[in-house]
């Protein structure tokens, strides 16, 4: 007796603490074939897409995969693997089922299931086991192999077994997610070659520990996988299963992490071709074109491989890279491409999205897949012997030197040095090389030193890899990726001149499904930025560029650290930008375009961007760019544009759909502004969490639906804190200001309506409101903060 005493109050003590004892997670079993198991990681391609479900649900699960290679329902079952997953099976868990690949296989006893009797028996009994057990079965429909018929249509493999699974489900009211269906629609959509990424299509000597196969249709690649992966989660989602609330956030509150765009990575033969072995000489001085270039092609003959630049000076002219190709700079090499223009043959390319005459690039990939730049070495485009230079940019003595050693021709004012006579004489022809009207390049010849190459040009290539590599001194933009997609940049520097014209980082532009990642810029003109074309020629095309994840990267000296436009006449959706830091760039985050662009810029998520001394705007939409320097220098003049309304036409810019979070900046002219045309305003912007410290505060003109919420706004110029022009729809929500402000709200235009000033102490400053010029005070509306505050008299006077 006394012992049962005891232990009856052992329990009881026991169970008093059991509120310490952290909570079991729910753990999500996963039992299916080789689609979805794990799989060895080293030097080895396969993956299944139940490796990447644990990256898309929250660490408030775990995730156990029991898939296994080649098994089917029966072998499964008579392995004793599903008696396992029983006996760790606990209430509230998950079981996610697919078969059906290996139980077709009627020629293997030890697999075979027939569709419609053992097939069917045994996920009827998956179903009510796990139901025993408390958990929640979800039944998934086999997913697809990729096969095309002569064509180009697609073919179903799977006969019944993907019908049988929903019968199954439907007869017990289980969850169903139909992987069959959404898989072949990924696969279609991808295309006859495309829908190749997701699969395992890998010769030979790729990787160490996979022997390779030309046509596996069946099996994931790193990709592939994760696209599934999504496929399942996007299911999840869409029919709000119990499981949506473990779905992952992403970085961008309104997206799920599967949601982001995913980047396919080419991969190389393990074969090294060194430049050496083709006469290369390491002299900073020996032109090592042909050599540079002989390696290449012969790498190319043997199917690829990596073309190896070792440790050295190396000076070439242009390099022309072939499919299959890693062209790598080891540590300590330093590519310099020649400054003799002769080197640079007039070929055809583009300018600002039209086709154009231009010098040869230093390295130039066009019409080719799986292609990289990679490694610690430096590539140097000698761009000083290029670029013209404005004298106010130089100090005097900077000046005198630049001419001693550059030679070159100046402007008829003195004020401009050109390279030579025929760039001089490009620039007073106002000319961009455009092949229209029946031009053919030798029609430049005259003024061809002023049509200076771009350093990086890909053009309409797939399966991009730029990692680690320097690239400085470019002749104009830096790294310029058009009409290409599955692009992965990581870990690019690009150094240019501050005062180097044109001299953009990287410009994406008409391309898709680009990753930039951890990469430093310091640059003479925009730092990371976005295009598809320009004008009528842009709008042809339409080619918008999409799907881009930009994250942790670093931007200094540019004119934007991240920027859209002006060229965006083909469209640009779906941007992901964060975790950025932008130190002394000329605007932060810079959205520009013009009356004749056309083009719809939307679907723009920003969060987590850090910026230091920005000399124009911190943040800027604009829609009368003006194609000159954001900053305007000591003693220039510019007139504002000239308002007035246009017809709606396909010439009509269009910007809307803006998401940002998570914004500071230590210093800049100006930390908001938003400027629309009045025939079509910037649209449906959200500002959230924001602390901004600048010299004028808020700028709100032509605009609608526009959401700021809890923005610290530290400006020296309070008159006004925020100003809003024939804009509607305005909500301000939690502003924060500095005391005593002069004035909190200016709002000016007939056209101005819906002003919302919510939850901000506006008893701070010194005058509330000042209407005028057609707006009224009546068009705002306040709610205040739990604090009573004083009634404050308000003016109507024009903007001061």
Known sequence: MKLKRTLIILAMVLSGFAFLLPDKKVTVFLVGDSTMANKPLDENPERGWGMYLS??????????????????????????????????????????????????????????????????????????????????????????????????????????????????????????????????????????????????????????????????????SEYGAASMASLVCQAIKEQNLALAKYLRPSDFKEKFAFELPRIYSPHFRRDTFNILNYGAIADGMTLNSAAINNAISECA??????????????????????????????????????????????????????????????????????????????????????????????????????????????????KTWYSSAKALKGFNDKTIGKLAGGKKLSDFEDVKDFLRPNMIRIFNCKNVRIQDVTFENSPAWTTHIQFSEHITIKNLTVKNPWYGQNTDALDLESSKNALVEDCHFDTGDDGICIKSGRDEEGRRKGMPTKDVIVNNCVVYHAHGGFVVGSEMSGGVNNMFVSNCTFIGSDIGLRFKTTRGRGGLVENIYVNNVNMKDIPAEAILFDMYYMAKDPVVLSGEKREPPKVEFKPVDETTPQ????????????????????????????????????????????????????????????????????????????????????????????????????IQLLNSNTAAAKQKLIAGFGAGEAIVSWALPAATEPAKKTKSKKKQ
Request: with cysteine; net charge neutral; hydrophobic share 35%.
């Open 55 to 220: 990256k898309y649900l929250t660490d408030d699960v775990e995730v156990q995969n029991h898939a296994v290679n080649g098994r089917s329902t029966k072998s499964f079952i008579n392995e004793h693997r599903w008696d396992t997953i029983l006996s760790r099976l606990r209430e509230g868990d998950y079981v996610l089922i697919q078969f059906g690949h290996n139980d077709s296989k009627a020629d293997d006893s030890t697999r075979s299931a027939p569709a419609h009797t053992l097939y069917k028996e045994n996920l009827i009994r998956f179903v009510k086991d796990v139901r025993s057990k408390g958990a929640t079965p979800v039944l998934i429909t086999p997913v697809m192999r990729r096969k095309f018929d002569a064509n180009g249509n697609f073919v179903d493999q799977h006969g019944d077994y993907p019908g049988v699974v929903k019968e199954v489900a439907a007869s017990l009211n289980v969850p169903l997610i139909d992987l069959h269906k959404s898989s072949e629609a990924l696969i279609v959509k991808e295309g006859v070659e495309g829908s190749r990424r997701l699969f395992l299509n890998i010769p030979p000597n790729h990787f160490k520990n996979y022997k390779g196969k030309e046509e596996d249709n069946t099996h994931f």
């Open 301 to 414: 003959k043997q199917g690829g491989g990596t073309v190896l630049i070792p440790r050295g000076s190396f000076v070439t002219g242009p390099i022309m890279l072939k499919s299959n190709i890693n062209l790598h700079l080891a540590e300590g090499a330093l590519v310099i491409f020649t400054p003799d223009f002769d080197q640079y043959p007039l070929v055809v390319s583009t300018f600002e999205g039209v086709e154009a005459a231009r010098c040869q690039s230093p390295v130039t990939a066009e019409n080719i897949e799986n292609i990289a730049i990679t490694g610690k070495g430096i590539m140097n485009g000698n761009g000083y012997y290029w670029r013209p230079v404005r004298r106010d940019k130089l100090t005097e003595s900077e000046w005198k030197a630049h001419l001693k050693k550059y030679g070159g021709v100046l402007s008829e004012d003195q």
């Open 655 to 754: 910007f809307r759909n803006f998401y940002f979070r998570n914004i500071t900046c230590n210093g800049a002219a100006k930390g908001i502004f938003v400027r629309g045309i009045p025939e079509m305003h910037v649209k449906n912007i959200w500002i959230e969490n924001a602390v901004l410290q600048a010299s004028e505060g808020i700028d709100i003109q032509e605009a609608s639906n526009i959401n700021l919420k809890n923005i610290t706004m530290i400006s020296k110029n309070t008159r006004p804190v925020a100003y809003v022009l024939n804009s509607d729809s305005i909500r301000i929500d939690g502003l924060r200001f500095k005391d005593s402000a002069e004035v909190l709200l200016q709002v000016q235009g007939e056209r101005s309506k819906d």
